[in-house]
């Protein structure tokens, strides 16, 4: 391991040997395929008598006790290193025995292997001691794959050190891979001990970071207050991270939690104190927009409707993790609509059973993603089941459906914050059971069935900043009760 790491990323081990002479016979990498990280290395030779007058060992390397009989230009083609060292002009370049310091034994006998046979044997316990040897001796073949046998090794316990390592090997690939595991798990990341000893700097270009994700900004400010509380000395380094921080995105109820379980001798209640004495520029220019992996979440809505709820899951993608949210409470109700909107999952209408009749409903319910929890949105000017919904911008679509009276054209528009929905232009073809879509600035709907009970084969289009529908095509196998998707 280097000096100066600070942290132990994979553990390395070394044995001693007799002195053995190796005859290495390389090839020569052609320079096309240089940062190819397939190590098969392919050359093309005039004649086989050609090939193996180049192939005859012409030097002798040593390190410790050991010598390797190589030939120049095969390792010259390999590496930098070996170029400059037989073919630049030095004292080496005149000499037959050459002595090679500052490499490890081990870690060299694998590597005039692997230059030999282009195989490289790697664990857990030699690819550190490896690709230090490769970097050094500029065995870049060598060096990409020991990093990616270690991008494949990464995890939240490592990803804090494995950055620090690569970033001061070089190693760009590596590092990238490893800053992505600490912006995609950085709530996760913050309960670790070592994110605890990062610099100020460190925590800020990871909260500055276009690829940050968050479910929810309430995690950006716990993690900046869990890291100033942990030394008394970060106080003013506080209220500098805290202006990354969107407070306009964080919720009520965890500030509202926050102030309640903070006393008089918790060392949050000075830092606190701090910020509001002294707020972040940053806070008091206009609204930022929220942070875009924010929005990176799917939801799963569903179950059987004759139980009294209807669970509701969370997947983030770039997690990888499911994770439950609160249960949609509503027995007896189905054929409703889901759509997202902003930081919202919206249900909207249905078919509703009571004790003895089905009918359609007006309802509209809405989980709130950034605190968790469902409220009552405006009731519908229409009830309606079997109908489309979709979200464009920050507005709520509900297209067609059905009412108990049969099939309906009605356009409904909903502006999130909204008290009521607005009347849109109706469908050009009443439908049920359509698929729906948005591009651009435009909604798309897609068949469906038709008052009569028919199939209808138009792609109608609503235009929605000019108010207006028409029928841009016409599907070539009708259909209803399908999925569509851009």
Same mark, same amino acid.
């Given at each position: ?39 098969? #290395? ?53 000499? &037959? ?13 694998? +590597? ?11 664990? =857990? ?28 090794? +990464? ?23 490893? =800053?992505? *595991? ?34 929810? %900004? ?15 000395? =970060? ?11 969107? !407070? ?33 520029? &940053? ?12 929005? %990176? ?50 249900? $909207? ?11 359609? *409903? ?7 993603? /950034? ?11 229409? @009830? ?13 679509? *509900? ?13 409904? #528009? ?10 849109? @232009? ?6 049920? #059971?359509?698929?729906i879509v948005t591009m651009g600035s435009c909604i798309y709907v897609a068949c469906g069935l038709d008052e009569n009970g028919e199939v209808y ?13 028409? *029928?841009? &095509?016409? @599907? !070539? ?5 399908? /999925?569509? $998707?851009?």
């Amino acid at each position: 391991m280097r000096e100066g790491l600070g942290v132990d990323i994979v553990t390395m081990a070394c044995r001693k040997s007799e002195q053995e002479v190796y005859n290495v016979n390389t090839t020569t990498l052609p320079e096309s395929d240089t940062g190819v990280l397939d190590s098969t #290395r392919q050359h093309t030779c005039a004649t086989s008598e050609e090939s193996e007058t180049e192939m005859v060992p012409d030097t002798v390397l040593q390190v410790d006790t050991e010598s390797f009989l190589v030939n120049r230009q095969s390792l010259a083609g390999l590496s930098p290193y070996f170029r400059a060292m037989f073919y630049g002009g030095g004292q080496e370049s005149t000499r &037959s025995h050459i002595e090679i310091k500052g490499v490890r034994l081990e870690q060299f006998r694998i +590597l005039m292997e692997y230059a030999r046979s282009s195989t490289l044997p790697l664990d =857990r316990d030699n690819v550190q001691g490896i690709l230090e040897a490769a970097d050094y001796l500029q065995l870049e073949q060598a060096r990409l794959l020991c990093c990616k046998f270690l991008e494949r090794e +990464l995890h939240l316990s490592n990803c804090l050190g494995m950055m620090a390592y690569a970033w001061q090997l070089g190693c760009l690939e590596l590092y990238t891979a490893a =800053r992505e *595991v600490a912006v995609t798990h950085l709530p996760a990341l913050a309960c670790e001990e070592d994110f605890m000893y990062l610099s100020k700097e460190s925590i800020a270009d990871l909260l500055s970071s276009d690829d940050l994700f968050l479910p929810r %900004e309430d995690f950006a400010f716990e993690v900046v207050l869990r890291w100033a509380t942990f030394d008394l000395n =970060r106080e003013d380094d506080f209220v500098e991270l805290a202006g990354l921080v969107r !407070p306009e995105c964080l919720s009520l109820s965890y500030i509202s939690d926050l102030l309640t379980s903070v006393k008089g001798s918790d060392p949050r209640a000075k830092l606190l104190c701090k910020l509001d004495s002294h707020p972040p520029a &940053s806070w008091t220019q206009p609204r930022s927009i929220p942070r875009n992996r924010a929005r %990176e979440t799917l939801y799963m809505l569903g179950g059987p409707h004759d139980q009294d709820q209807q669970a509701l899951f969370h997947f983030r993608p770039h997690c990888g993790i499911w994770g439950s949210c609160a249960p949609f409470k509503q027995k007896n109700l189905t054929q409703y609509a889901v759509a997202a909107v902003g930081d919202n999952v919206v249900v $909207t209408g249905g078919y509703f059973r009571d004790e003895v009749v089905w009918y359609s *409903v007006d309802w509209v319910r809405v989980f709130q993603c /950034t605190c968790g929890r469902w409220v009552d949105g405006p009731l519908l000017q229409k @009830s309606r089941h079997s109908h489309c919904s979709v979200g464009l911008g920050y507005e709520l679509f *509900v297209l067609g459906g059905s009412m108990d009276e049969g099939p309906t054209a009605d356009v409904e #528009r909903l502006a999130m914050g909204a008290e009521s929905w607005e009347n849109a @232009s109706p469908m050009v073809r009443a439908v049920e #059971r359509a698929a729906i879509v948005t591009m651009g600035s435009c909604i798309y709907v897609a068949c469906g069935l038709d008052e009569n009970g028919e199939v209808y084969g138009g792609i109608q289009r609503y235009q929605v900043e000019t108010d207006q529908w028409d *029928v841009a &095509s016409y @599907s !070539p196998l009708p259909r209803y009760g399908f /999925t569509f $998707t851009v």
